[in-house]
Nanobody
């Protein structure tokens, strides 16, 4: 399973970005998908998750500004980020939990990270 993340960049405060992360492969189904971020000198934190059934959850600091969604046909998870703030600056990582069809084993994978920089 490979994850390809894209969509990061440099934006001014108040601006918007949309992150995408696509999972490649065909021997599994995807369960939970999520986005994490890690700012310099800080621990990686969970930003948002979306379950296989579409239930979402967010860290308090992004509620009302970020929206996570998924396209199951494309094995892709998105993070729409609006009203960005300088404190949102971090490397963003996608995370996917999968279930292999044959073995029913569960595994998780991480994307390579995409930099989001918000200038004040």
């Amino acid at each position: 399973v490979q994850l390809q993340a894209s969509g990061g960049g440099l934006v001014q405060a108040g601006g918007s970005l949309r992150l995408s992360c696509a999972a490649s492969g065909s021997t599994f189904s995807i369960d939970d998908m999520g986005w994490y971020r890690q700012a310099p000198g800080k621990q990686r934190e969970l930003v948002a998750t979306i379950s296989g059934g579409g239930s979402t959850a967010y860290v308090d600091s992004v509620k009302g500004r970020f929206a996570i969604s998924r396209d199951n046909a494309r094995n892709t998870v998105y993070l729409q980020m609006n009203n960005l703030k300088p404190e949102d600056t971090a490397v963003y990582y996608c995370n996917v939990k999968i279930i292999y069809y044959r073995s029913r084993l569960v595994d998780e994978f991480w994307g390579q990270g995409t930099q989001v920089t918000v200038s004040s």
